[in-house]
């Protein structure tokens, strides 16, 4: 099935840094990548929806200037946490949609954000 | 607006016994509907949905659900639990299928099989 890569898969950073995350489609293109973020025992929330080459679209509550989505090409999609502080830990999750399957969506393995 | 209510955040069952997940969803439209699977650091796995095809879905690992319009639900089954059927557990809606819209997620249930 298509696979979704996630990278990095942990990371421990000092507060006031900014962190990037990728999220790439290995096996199709996607158009559209969606980022979410989860909190400890608690379900997915959407941050945004990426189109690839135009502005993402973010969800209401998120700061678009601390969470910098870029979706330069059909099979990338980046999230820069910017001047990282410990309210910004947790797991963020990446997922692409796979036209040729029917919109099927496909989830990265996420990446845990340790901010100290 | 669409959501979704995952009733039960943890459920217990022993090996062997019957899997039953609850999920009810709002649409204002008929809704597509998934259930995902997330193990211990990892991310959301696929296991079945719901396309406005047959009501009863078949899903990977032995997993179904059905899908029940008067009831506004669609219960994740499995007959027989397996101790690797352990996990987090999301049911999600969408409003239709085009690529812009997101899945709007419940808030899970963990599941705990006992030997």
């Known amino acids: 099935g298509a696979v979704v890569s996630q990278h990095p898969s942990w990371v421990i950073c000092k507060s006031g840094t900014s962190v990037k995350i990728e999220c790439r489609s290995l096996d199709f293109q996607a158009t559209t990548m969606f980022w979410y973020r989860q909190f400890p025992k608690q379900s997915l929330m959407l941050m945004a929806t990426?189109?690839?080459?135009?502005?993402?679209?973010?969800e209401q509550g998120v700061e678009k200037d601390k969470f910098l989505i870029n979706h330069a090409s059909l099979t990338l999609s980046t999230l820069t946490v910017t001047s990282a502080h410990p309210e910004d830990s947790s797991f963020y999750i990446c997922s692409a949609k796979d036209r040729s399957q029917g919109n099927i969506q496909y989830f990265g393995a996420g990446t845990r954000l340790s901010v100290l | 607006a669409q959501s979704v209510t995952q009733l039960g955040s943890h459920v217990s069952v022993s090996e062997g016994a019957l899997v039953l997940l609850r999920c009810n969803y709002s649409?204002?439209?008929?809704?597509?509907l998934f259930w995902y699977v997330q193990y211990p650091n990892q991310g959301l796995q696929l296991l079945l949905k719901?396309?406005?095809?047959?009501?009863l879905v078949k899903g990977i690992n032995g997993f179904e659900a059905e899908f029940k319009k008067s009831e506004t639900s669609f219960h994740l089954t499995k007959p027989s639990a397996h101790m690797s059927d352990a996990a987090e557990y999301f049911c999600?809606?969408?409003?239709?299928?085009?690529?812009?819209?997101?899945?709007?997620f419940g808030k899970g249930t963990r599941l705990s099989v006992i030997a």
């Open positions: 719901y396309t406005s095809a047959a009501t």
């Open positions: 649409s204002s439209v008929p809704p597509y």
């Open positions: 999600a809606v969408k409003l239709g299928n085009s690529g812009n819209t997101p899945l709007v």
């Open positions: 990426s189109n690839e080459g135009s502005k993402a679209t973010y």
